[in-house]
Every structure is written in C-alpha cells, then in structure tokens.
C-alpha cells in the first residue's frame, strides 16, 4: 500500500540515526564507512542546500524518519563531452529498509526530478548505483518514466563521470539517467514541472 511522504529539512539527529540504520544495511550507498566521514558529508550538503547549490531533505512516513534524498550539480570538469548538454544534476535517495516496498520511491524520484528541471534547469539528472546493488536497479526499472542506464564499458554520454566515481569509489557503477528532453514528451510531463506541495522544508523545493 502507497503511503504519502513529507519532505523536510535534515537535522543533525537524523544523521545519527540514519548513521544507525546504514550500519546493519549492506544496500547502504554512501561512500563514507566512518560515522565522522558520514557526518562531514552530510554537514557539507547541508552548508550547500543553505547557500542554494544543492537541496537534502529527510523523509518522514507517520513522523518516522524513512531515509534521506540528495540532489546537487556535477561539475562541468567531470562530464567530459557531456558539458555540452547543459547542467547535469546527481540524484541520491536512501530508504531505511522498514520502509521499503511503500510506494516511496517513485514519491521520491518524482520530487527529485521536478527539482531539478525547476531548480537547477538541468538537462539531466542522473542516479549512480553500485552496479551489484540490484536492489536499487530493480526500482529504477519499475520506475513508470523513460531513463537510460549506462556502465562505463559502454563508453556512452556518461563515460567520464563513471570512470571518475568508479576510481574514487572503487567499484563499478551503473549511470541511471533521466533527460528532461525525453521526459517533456511522455505523458504526464506536467508531474515534474514544480516540485510537490506536500514539504515543511525549504519553499525553493
């Protein structure tokens, strides 16, 4: 059963405790293993959403903290030809996993991806996935909008930020990508114009 989330600015108490829950989850994504390495991304993000240059909010189901969801621009330095198309924006979500199975995640990825066409004017936004976490890739594909997926061996559009994550992360990544060209022609376009209402976080949401 579909469950309706609220969005809303991440605290220093929800770091911890979504510090607690990545301990006992092997799907955890983040490239920090250290508690301090967690905490200092997350107060980077944080520092970064204030000034405008990325957005990080919590997710709540029933006043519970869900998990967290991360939108912010790539550098133009890492895209390689990619440059060319315009801003490209990373996407990260994590869902603790009792909440999982809730019908969160297309929530969640339609509120990300409407940030970023109205935020940051993106032409894509982009998910990077350890390619072993299937988990996450089977969502993506239940996803009800057009996307691409690309490793580094493709030598594709996301080939030089691939190869850039893999060396510092240290294992392969899959690029789940999503283009607002190709979005602003499938039905229910509309969906992605503005970001939902539905926030106690930040009104540039």
Request: charged content about 25%; glycine content about 8%.
């Given at each position: 059963?579909?469950?309706?989330?609220?969005?809303?600015?991440?605290?220093?108490?929800?770091?911890?405790h979504l510090w607690e829950a990545a301990a006992k989850d092997a799907d955890w994504p983040v490239r920090p293993r250290t508690r301090g390495a967690f905490f200092r991304l997350?107060?980077?993000?944080?520092?970064?959403?204030?000034?405008?240059?990325?957005?990080?909010?919590?997710?709540?189901?029933?006043?519970?903290?869900?998990?967290?969801?991360?939108?912010?621009?790539?550098?133009?330095?890492?895209?390689?030809?990619?440059?060319?198309?315009?801003?490209?924006?990373?996407?990260?979500?994590?869902?603790?996993?009792?909440?999982?199975?809730?019908?969160?995640?297309?929530?969640?990825?339609?509120?990300?991806?409407?940030?970023?066409?109205?935020?940051?004017?993106?032409?894509?936004?982009?998910?990077?996935?350890?390619?072993?976490?299937?988990?996450?890739?089977?969502?993506?594909?239940?996803?009800?909008?057009?996307?691409?997926?690309?490793?580094?061996?493709?030598?594709?559009?996301?080939?030089?930020?691939?190869?850039?994550?893999?060396?510092?992360?240290?294992?392969?990544?899959?690029?789940?990508?999503?283009?607002?060209?190709?979005?602003?022609?499938?039905?229910?376009?509309?969906?992605?114009?503005?970001?939902?209402?539905?926030?106690?976080?930040?009104?540039?949401?």
């Amino acid at each position: 059963m579909n469950v309706e989330p609220v969005f809303r600015p991440l605290e220093t108490e929800d770091t911890e405790h979504l510090w607690e829950a990545a301990a006992k989850d092997a799907d955890w994504p983040v490239r920090p293993r250290t508690r301090g390495a967690f905490f200092r991304l997350v107060e980077g993000l944080q520092s970064a959403s204030t000034l405008g240059e990325a957005c990080l909010e919590a997710v709540e189901v029933d006043g519970r903290l869900a998990g967290f969801c991360v939108l912010q621009p790539v550098p133009m330095s890492h895209l390689g030809p990619l440059a060319e198309e315009g801003t490209v924006v990373e996407g990260g979500t994590y869902l603790t996993p009792w909440a999982r199975g809730r019908g969160l995640n297309a929530q969640i990825k339609e509120r990300l991806l409407a940030a970023a066409w109205v935020r940051f004017a993106a032409a894509w936004c982009v998910f990077l996935v350890p390619c072993d976490n299937r988990r996450a890739l089977a969502a993506f594909a239940r996803l009800p909008w057009p996307h691409q997926v690309e490793s580094a061996r493709d030598n594709g559009r996301f080939a030089a930020l691939l190869r850039r994550r893999e060396w510092e992360e240290g294992h392969p990544l899959a690029a789940v990508a999503f283009s607002r060209d190709s979005l602003s022609q499938a039905a229910g376009y509309a969906l992605f114009r503005r970001p939902k209402s539905r926030s106690s976080g930040p009104a540039k949401w």
